[in-house]
């Protein structure tokens, strides 16, 4: 299974993830491209891919594509 709530990120694609910051800026900027999520929590670490969505997102001067994958801080 994907992500689930309790989930800690741990790192992504080899990288550590020090806060919620860090692992939103890895996944907008990847729209598209499968991510090696290693995450922690009460049964123990394990691994998934997650595959950021594409998505267009409106700036001052046009649009940018950005990733999402639909998981919030809470």
């Not at 689930?4 to 860090?22: K, L, Q």
């Amino acid at each position: 299974a994907g992500l689930r709530s309790g989930d800690r990120i741990v790192s992504v694609n080899s990288a550590p993830v020090a806060s919620w910051g860090d692992f939103h800026e890895i996944v907008s900027s990847s729209p598209g491209a499968p991510l090696t999520v290693v995450v922690e929590n009460e049964s123990g670490m394990r691994t998934v891919t997650v595959t950021p969505r594409s998505v267009e997102r409106p700036t001052p001067t046009g649009v940018e594509r950005v990733g999402v994958i639909g998981v919030s801080l809470g």
